[in-house]
């Protein structure tokens, strides 16, 4: 037998990653502090396995003080998760912070540091407030951009000693992705249009809060997490390379580019154009999104996607979907 040893360089991040929402459960959680994710499980359980949800998760909230210590035990030396907004505050439009969630993150913070562990900090991991998305529409509104960027300011006010790396977003394409471009999770919403706002405006966000980081001077980075899929096609025609390209673009580039260079691709934009999908968008947005890109990106990389060209005309009463270009392929013999 062949033994192999490696050595991990003293500088390599050896973590693991979580939310608040997939860990900490409900426990003295308030009235009207509900996110979309806790709206979604009250009004569509089934759907989730066994029932089993955000409610109680693994109720970190109360045991986070021995998860850490099993975190050390592991030799984890950087630990990443999210600060749930729809808890964080009790009053969304003045930006009112709840006192009690935001111990328990001193807390938190305080005992991973003493544990030798660095905290990475996501500012939204699907835990857009529920109050957010029934007044305005979630994402689809700009309100919803400015409320954010003072909520991050208040986080970023009362942690910034303590967390010095921050990610805006993990995975900012999927919510809307699921609910208004495929209309698979509640509320069940196709509206293309609906979703490139919303696209737009997490783009915008981002930009905004790095832009203010910056202008408040503190110490550290901004980012985003996002959930890229390497995309292949069935087969070098080129038909088939062109639907590949075509997925890219609208599942890949749709942040990346943005995030990364400022602007998004112009075919992109022609095709959006080219389907009538419309979304509201101004010369001082582009600016500040052209000027005020992340530091890193953080990548989850989960599979990769296969796609051939469409193989039947698109139903002219169907409204635009990236689909109009691509078929998802699977390798045959696929177990």
């Known amino acids: ?70 975190m050390k035990l592991a030799g984890l030396t950087h630990y990443r998760t999210s600060i749930n907004w729809s808890r964080f505050l009790t009053d969304y439009e003045n930006v009112t912070v709840d006192e009690e969630y935001a111990a328990y993150y001193d807390q938190l913070f ?37 409320l954010f960027v003072r909520y991050a300011e208040k986080v970023f006010a009362r942690y910034h000693p303590k967390v010095t790396r921050w990610f805006t977003f993990n995975e900012p394409i999927v919510v809307q992705t699921r609910v208004y471009l495929d209309a698979l999770r509640w509320p069940y919403e196709q509206n293309t249009s609906t979703w490139m706002q919303w696209n737009y405006h997490k783009v915008l966000a981002t930009a905004s809060v790095v832009k203010r980081f910056r202008e408040l001077g503190y110490p550290g980075t901004v980012g985003c997490i996002l959930n890229p899929e390497v995309t292949y096609p069935r087969s070098r025609a080129p038909h088939d390379l062109r639907a590949a390209e075509i997925y890219d673009l609208f599942y890949n580039r749709m942040f990346l580019d943005p995030l990364v260079h400022g602007v998004w691709p112009p075919e992109l934009l022609a095709l959006l154009e080219q389907h009538q999908v419309t979304w509201e968008t101004s010369e ?52």
């Not at 860990?23 to 009235?31: F, V």
């Not at 009207?32 to 089934?46: A, C, E, I, P, V």
Request: glycine fraction near 8%.
């Open 110 to 146: 305080d005992a991973l540091l003493a544990n030798g562990i660095t905290p990475m900090i996501c500012l939204e991991h699907y835990e857009l407030p529920g109050y957010l998305l029934e007044k305005y529409g979630g994402w689809g509104s700009k309100t919803v951009v400015e």
């Open 284 to 335: 001082e947005d582009l600016a500040v999104i052209r000027e005020h890109t992340v530091d890193e990106l953080g990548i989850n990389l989960y599979y990769p996607h296969r796609v051939k060209a469409p193989s039947r005309a698109w139903h002219p009463h169907t409204p635009f979907h990236p689909a109009w270009y691509y078929e998802p392929f699977e390798l045959p013999g696929r177990g």
């Open 1 to 70: 037998m062949t033994t192999v040893r490696m050595t991990i360089p003293d500088d390599f991040i050896l973590g693991a990653a979580a939310s608040a929402w997939q860990t900490e459960g409900w426990s003295g959680k308030k009235p009207g502090q509900d996110s979309w994710l806790d709206l979604w499980y009250k009004n569509d359980r089934h759907v989730w396995h066994n029932g089993y949800g955000p409610a109680v998760a693994t109720d970190f909230i109360n045991r986070f003080q021995e998860d850490v210590q099993l």
